[in-house]
């Protein structure tokens, strides 16, 4: 999870010389370009329409980011970001999957105190008044507006002209995003897959860890651990690989040798190569899924 923990680490990666501050700005620059073209569907990178929209909540209104294919219906999917939120790295992103034939939802999962973005250009996670800034609005969300969102974010996809309400719908989340991802698989059966990313806290011995909401999901799984995530709680992935077996749901559960962190391309431990591994696999899971 993101914490103080966590930035000890990125510091002692920098520190061992893998990116610069200089070589991070322009790493991050042409990796969000090369988010801007996804994959091809069908030999074909589809043309997409995009736009900032507003979803009326129970309690408030949330800001997102929606793009999708522009002929045709489509599988949906929820993104949840990291603890930096909503962000042009995350709407490259969400531009990317829907390239890949998917109406794409990128939420700001902290509309309820600030409007996105709330870490401006320049800000760092680093930063302890940043992170000051930051951790008591994620630690304001629990599994109840969990539980309001995700339903909202299904009943706005499945008003959408572009959404195929026949095919199963499919949620990715990053690091805090994570145990968002299972949650919003708990809470409706239109829910046919889960992407976990450097998820952190998705098996605790607290009576409200998303583990123990497997037996109300009916969704297969992608969870791809960071290294360092697992150094500190190893256990957390038998736990997660026995709770879905004892459900019979399919779950990917992997350790990736990669900093937690490693898969938005503006993060300071952004590594292509294995993100895009765990992009090709949630690729292969919501094809297989979202039926």
Known sequence: MCDEHTEADNAAQARDGNVSRRGFAALAGGALAACASGPTVDGETLAVSERDVTITMADGVCDAHFVHPVRGKHPAVIVWPDIRGLRPA????????????????????????????VVQAGESFSDPAVRGRLMPMAQALNAATAAMDATAFIGFLDAQ????????????????????????????ERIGAGASFHGGGLATDQPTSPHLLIPQMKASFLIAVAQNDDARTPQEKETLRAAFAAQGLAAEIEVYPAQHGWCPPDSPVYDEAQAERAWSRMLALFAKALV
Not at 101 to 117: C, E, I, M, S
Not at 161 to 176: L, N, P
Request: aromatic share 8%; charged share 20%.
């Open 161 to 188: 002209a572009s959404v195929d309400t026949r095919r199963r719908i499919g949620t990715a989340g990053y690091c805090m995003g994570g145990p968002l991802v299972m949650r919003t698989a708990s809470v409706s």
């Open 90 to 117: 995350f709407r490259q992103m969400g531009k990317r999957l829907a390239e890949s034939g998917y109406a794409v939802l990128t939420v700001n999962q902290f509309y309820r105190a600030q409007k996105a973005p």
